[in-house]
């Protein structure tokens, strides 16, 4: 006789700190992006937040990837994005920040001139 029960089929989970990771570094490369606009100020309130956005997706991903490797869970595609994604980001703003060093005595002086 056939049996007419609906079979228990279990849902996988889903590692939560993955998304969390992956917006995360959505974030911070939208500050990245919203940094490299030419407006005025748009570094100096981007760059801090998407430093910090960067490094949170690094650690937050590296948590995930060891959880998803260790349970199983899903979102290991999601976790790399943030590790990856976080790491390009955060070293972005630390080469664009040390150009920015580099160059600001320059840049003060010339407006100095100009302003006299």
């Known amino acids: 006789m056939l049996n007419m029960t609906p079979e228990f089929v279990p849902i996988s989970s889903f590692n ?5 990771g992956f917006l995360l570094s959505l974030l911070a490369v939208l500050a990245l992006c919203a ?4 407006f005025p100020f748009t570094k100096l309130i981007c760059f801090p937040p ?10 937050v991903g590296s948590l995930a ?3 998803t490797k260790t349970d199983g869970m899903n979102g290991r595609s999601l976790a790399w994005f943030a590790v990856w994604s976080g790491g390009i980001v955060l070293v972005a703003m630390l080469c664009v920040a040390t150009v920015g060093a580099l160059v600001f005595p320059y840049i003060s002086d010339f407006i100095q001139r100009v302003w006299k």
Do not use: D, F, N, Y
């Open 16 to 20: 939560r700190k993955a998304l969390t």
């Open 35 to 38: 940094g490299l606009i030419p």
């Open 50 to 59: 998407g430093l910090l956005l960067s490094v949170a997706a690094l650690i």
């Open 65 to 67: 990837l060891r959880e």
